[in-house]
């Protein structure tokens, strides 16, 4: 949301509960005028514009700092609490970082830096709400005026995300880009002020952030819950508060669709709002979820940080096209581009994805050199190799530099995987290369997980019946898990 704007906050109903948290429930005038006093302090705090860290685990306390800082006039860069100690280092020094929201919990991780300007939230009475006490709007608006000369465009936020690669980066986004990444949302599910919804995904990340937004900015109420480490306590609150909208990465459905399903059947029908997405998610899951959720529109979306939401699919209107990521966010436009650069018409010819839209983020920060190379005139260049068919549905074939050249053949790991997952005992597979010049095989290498014990030679000879022989692994390794980012992305680069 652009904050000069009342409306956009949503005050026209100022005693309806906006954020449920573990020990706190707060209303939209409580939450619209505690950020206007945060930020008020903080700018009296701060004269500089450097950005500001928010350290802080999923609560009541992260919702308003996150939404507070950037009124203040300040870059907010939202920090994840598992965060390894050497990428805090280095955020904390590429991100230009004096000032940091956190809690106590977190000191140790301050001792080698006296001079980081440490606010507690414990010992801070901005953060503490006053209860009992409704603001209208005309006492709010003498209390604190709007602020009205943020400009749409200026970076609010600064999210670091490591990827797949290890090397953490600032996405630098907008006002602009956040106001309608969370509208595209609102519009592509029909949310509107009935949507109550069960968020366990961390807010210090773009997926959980955005459907923050979009449940503030469409009038609802969102119940906040701090990860996905106790599902139980999860599913009670959503029966507790009647919560009609879940939002999850497809991992956390998985386990609602395995081991917690008794229990997720109970509350699945009252719900009518489901978004996943930041990962795959095998067919089998998706008609689950579908037969099992018969009530909800159930939305899968693709993006990144730097272009969230670039597509959409309902699985119930699309559901013939549910192995596809979907069409084009009606704000979005999206190119595919062959190695010349020229844009490709034809459908099922591949191309690298090119996003346009005003959800595309002003480059990264403090790096130039990646901002040029990422961030051109025609557009976001995603690094995923896709195509359309010819209804217009686009499906992911692989990460333009993951694509594997065998025998003069472009072969997409992701097609090896998505054919060894179908084995029914394989749980998840990663595909790389390992060229082994005196060996003379393709050097392809299959990570696998399994649910039982799979003998080498009979999934060996599952991939022959399945695959063209230059596509067949050379060497498969079983292991008990992925490495992966907090949304599930394989992180490929510590397999090799």
Do not use: M
């Given at each position: 949301m652009i904050y000069h704007k009342l409306?956009?906050?949503?005050?026209?109903?100022?005693?309806?509960?906006?954020?449920?948290?573990?020990?706190?429930?707060?209303?939209?005038?409580?939450?619209?005028?505690?950020?206007?006093?945060?930020?008020?302090?903080?700018s009296v705090q701060v004269k500089s514009k450097s950005p500001i860290?928010?350290?802080?685990?999923?609560?009541?306390?992260?919702?308003?700092?996150?939404?507070?800082?950037?009124?203040?006039?300040?870059?907010?860069?939202?920090?994840?609490?598992?965060?390894?100690?050497?990428?805090?280092?280095?955020?904390?020094?590429?991100?230009d970082i004096t000032h940091i929201i956190t809690t106590k919990k977190f000191k140790p991780l301050f001792k080698n830096h006296p001079k980081l300007i440490c606010w507690y939230v414990e010992d801070l009475d901005q953060f503490k709400i006053v209860y009992g006490?409704?603001?209208?709007?005309?006492?709010?608006?003498?209390?604190?005026?709007?602020?009205?000369?943020?400009?749409?465009?200026?970076?609010?936020?600064i999210f670091f995300t490591t990827g797949s690669t290890g090397a953490p980066k600032g996405v630098m986004l907008s006002h602009t880009n956040l106001f309608t990444a969370a509208s595209n949302i609102v519009n592509y599910m029909g949310m509107d002020d009935t949507v109550v919804e069960s968020l366990p995904m961390p807010l210090s990340h773009s997926f959980g952030f955005a459907r923050l937004r979009a449940v503030l900015q469409s009038g609802g109420t969102v119940i906040i819950e701090n990860g996905l480490l106790f599902i139980n306590k999860v599913l009670e609150n959503i029966k507790t508060h009647n919560a009609n909208a879940l939002s999850m990465v497809p991992t956390g459905y998985s386990l609602m669709l395995t081991t917690y399903l008794t229990y997720f059947k109970g509350i699945a029908p009252s719900l009518k709002f489901i978004e996943l997405g930041s990962e795959a998610m095998k067919r089998k899951f998706k008609e689950q979820l579908m037969e099992v959720c018969s009530n909800a529109i159930i939305c899968m979306h693709y993006g990144s940080t730097e272009a969230s939401r670039s597509t959409f699919i309902n699985f119930k209107k699309d559901k013939d096209f549910?192995?596809?990521?979907?069409?084009?966010?009606?704000?979005?436009?999206?190119?595919?581009?062959?190695?010349?650069?020229?844009?490709?018409?034809?459908?099922?010819?591949?191309?690298?994805?090119?996003?346009?839209?005003?959800?595309?983020?002003?480059?990264?920060?403090?790096?130039?050199?990646?901002?040029?190379?990422?961030?051109?005139?025609?557009?976001y260049h995603m690094g995923d190799i896709a195509k359309y068919d010819k209804n217009g549905y686009l499906y992911l074939v692989g990460r333009k530099h993951d694509l594997m050249n065998i025998n003069g053949f472009t072969v997409s790991p992701k097609e090896i995987e998505i054919v060894i997952e179908s084995h029914p005992w394989?749980?998840?597979?990663?595909?790389?290369?390992?060229?082994?010049?005196?060996?003379?095989t393709n050097g392809i290498t299959a990570y696998v997980v399994t649910s039982q014990p799979v003998k080498l030679s009979e999934l060996t000879k599952f991939c022959k019946q399945e695959l063209e022989s230059y596509k067949i692994p050379s060497l498969i390794i079983f292991l008990e898990k992925l490495p992966k980012t907090w949304s599930g992305e394989v992180e490929k680069y510590k397999l090799t």
């Open positions: 409306e956009q906050y949503n005050i026209t109903q100022p005693g309806k509960v906006a954020v449920i948290c573990k020990k706190a429930k707060i209303t939209y005038s409580q939450l619209f005028f505690q950020i206007h006093a945060i930020s008020h302090w903080i860290g928010i350290l802080l685990p999923n609560s009541l306390n992260a919702i308003l700092a996150f939404l507070a800082v950037p009124l203040s006039e300040k870059i907010a860069v939202p920090l994840d609490p598992s965060v390894h100690k050497r990428n805090f280092e280095i955020i904390l020094q590429e991100g006490v409704e603001h209208d709007h005309v006492s709010l608006l003498n209390y604190y005026s709007p602020i009205n000369y943020l400009s749409p465009n200026e970076t609010a936020y549910i192995d596809s990521i979907g069409k084009p966010t009606p704000s979005v436009i999206i190119k595919l581009l062959d190695e010349k650069g020229n844009v490709i018409t034809q459908s099922g010819e591949l191309g690298e994805v090119v996003v346009s839209s005003d959800t595309v983020s002003k480059g990264y920060w403090k790096n130039e050199k990646l901002t040029k190379e990422k961030f051109k005139p025609d557009g394989v749980v998840e597979v990663a595909i790389i290369q390992k060229p082994d010049q005196e060996s003379k």
